[in-house]
Each structure stands twice: as C-alpha cells, then as structure tokens.
C-alpha cells in the first residue's frame, strides 16, 4: 500500500520541519510512507524552510484557506494512486506514532478512520473547556442528523482509503471542513471508525479561531451539518 501524509502549513516556519523529520523516522511494515507540505500562501517563511531542506511540498501562490490546502493533498493523492491519505498538522499537534493505526483501520475495511481526543483518556490535551463543549455540540447535532455518534468531529488527524480520497479531491468544504466531511460519508454509507490518539499543544503560531470567530463557527457549521445530511445521497462516488 502507499500511504500519503498530507500536511497543510499556513505560518509554520518553527515547526514544518520538526513535523517532517518525526514522520521520517515512522515505520510501515509492507508499506511506503509518503509526505506532501502543502504551503498555503504563507507569509512568513514557511516556503523557504521547505526550499532549503529539499522538503517535498506544493507551493500556493496565495492562501486558499484550510480546505483548499486539504483538497491539494487529496488532488495530489488521487492522481499519484495513492491507497491511503493521512491528514496532518504542520504544528505539532498530531502525533506520528499513531498513524501505523490508523492504516489498520482503513486495512481492516473502513473508509475513513478519526484519531479522536475522546474515545479514551490518552490525550492530556483536549483544548479549552469552550471548545471541548462545541465539540460536545457538534458530536450531539452528527448524532442527530446521521444516527452515528463520532466524539471527536474536529479532529483534523484523519486517515482516508481510495474510495474517500477521489470523493475529497473531487469536492471539499472551503471552511473547517472536518464536520461537514464526516457527515457527507457517513450519509453516502461508507465506514466511518474513531481511534484514540494522544494530541500536543501546537508548538508554534495560533489558531485561526478565535472567540469572536468561535460563534461563526458553529453557526456557519451547524448549518453545513444540517445541510450536508439533508442533501448526500447514499452509495460510493
């Protein structure tokens, strides 16, 4: 199987390249282990970082936003037949060593799998006590509209199998994706899974949510949720 990381990097001049030298050193019995950076117009150094340690990366020439620089990687996934697509942040958040599971997941026969904060009590970091309850939301609203609970709908540490992979790359949510996603593949049948994972602190930059935005947020993605479940048809793309 090949399997790609995609690594969308918006302002991640501290931390692309730690981020990349931890997925190097990742094993995948029988399995190639491929990265893509994808440099969403960043205007810090993040480009030159990438140029100067031979990094492999895409280079936007101006900045499409979180979906934008997701769908890149799944473009990039589906036309160099990729098996498996990994999502994964340039910030330190995710960590590397549980990606061997998330492919046994997607090889035991789910179409994408989650790692999830909530499943379990590995992860000491969980964000804000706010955040954790719009995530509490969120999970209530899935449940709600798909008749599937999924406890971490945020979670931007995904793992997707071929089939989700040409559905991504053909069409993906512009702005915070991860929910709306969720629910167009759970409506289309396809096999949604969670793993626990441990999560960090990101280790540089800032969060593009911020309070103010915060309300936005679950405004504008409750109503992409109820959307979403009302109009995906099911059956495979």
């Not at 969720?182 to 289309?188: A, L, P, Y």
């Not at 280790?203 to 679950?218: C, L, R």
């Amino acid at each position: 199987m090949k399997v790609l990381v995609i690594i969308p990097a918006y302002n991640e001049e501290k931390s692309i390249l730690k981020t990349v030298n931890s997925l190097e050193k990742i094993k995948l019995k029988g399995h190639t282990l491929d990265y893509i950076v994808i440099n969403d117009g960043s205007v810090d150094k993040t480009k030159e970082v990438c140029e100067s340690n031979h990094l492999n990366f895409i280079d936007l020439p101006f900045n499409l936003g979180i979906g934008g620089a997701v769908q890149t990687g799944y473009k990039y996934a589906y036309y160099n037949d990729y098996d498996v697509a990994i999502q994964f942040d340039g910030d330190g958040q995710h960590d590397g060593s549980y990606i061997n599971n998330l492919v046994t997941e997607i090889k035991n026969g789910n179409n994408i799998v989650i790692g999830s904060r909530f499943v379990s009590e590995l992860s000491e970091f969980k964000s804000t006590k706010i955040r954790r309850v719009g995530i509490s939301f969120l999970s209530w609203l899935i449940k709600v509209v798909t008749g599937k609970k999924i406890y971490d709908p945020t979670s931007g540490f995904r793992a997707a199998d071929k089939k989700i992979i040409k559905l991504f790359a053909n069409d993906y949510p512009i702005d915070y994706p991860e929910p709306d996603t969720i629910v167009t593949v759970i409506k289309k049948g396809y096999k949604v899974a969670e793993i626990p994972v441990k999560m960090n602190k990101r280790e540089s930059g800032k969060s593009s949510i911020n309070p103010v935005k915060s309300i936005y947020y679950m405004i504008k993605v409750s109503l992409a949720i109820i959307i979403a479940g009302a109009s995906s048809k099911k059956g495979s793309e």
